[in-house]
């Protein structure tokens, strides 16, 4: 079983910048692909950010492209999203996830593991 812990809380100016943090512990190896999701009251659960454990694809939804950045540190078992340019509208709670599954990184329906989520705030 894999387990998932964000950290990088915050609440931030429109046009900060914050970097969230996922670490991921137990049984890490099957890992293929790990993400970020956000989520806002009222709307649906949405992938941000995707990236490919080996070889470091990245993937990014229209929204965020040119001002969020993902990556990973395979040594520590950890993946950032650095967010530069924040709008009120990137507030939500941020979710991390990692799939197991052969599929592409971008295709959101693939993660099946959870992280429980940490808040973002822009104003």
């Known amino acids: 079983h894999v387990q998932l812990v964000e950290s990088g809380e915050d609440s931030v100016q429109a046009g900060g910048s914050l970097r969230l943090s996922c670490k991921a512990s137990g049984y890490t190896y099957p890992i293929i692909c790990m993400g970020w999701f956000r989520q806002s009251p009222g709307k649906e659960r949405e992938g941000v950010a995707g990236?490919?454990?080996?070889?470091?694809?990245?993937y990014y939804a229209d929204s965020v492209k040119g001002r969020f950045t993902i990556s990973q540190d395979n040594a520590k078992n950890t993946v950032y999203l650095q967010m530069n340019s924040l709008e009120p509208e990137d507030t939500a709670m941020y979710f991390c996830?990692?799939?197991?599954?052969?599929?592409?990184?971008?295709?959101?329906?693939?993660?099946?593991?959870w992280g429980q989520g940490t808040q973002v705030t822009v104003s």
């Open positions: 990236i490919r454990r080996v070889g470091s694809k990245t």
């Open positions: 996830a990692a799939s197991s599954r052969p599929w592409a990184c971008d295709v959101w329906s693939t993660y099946n593991y």
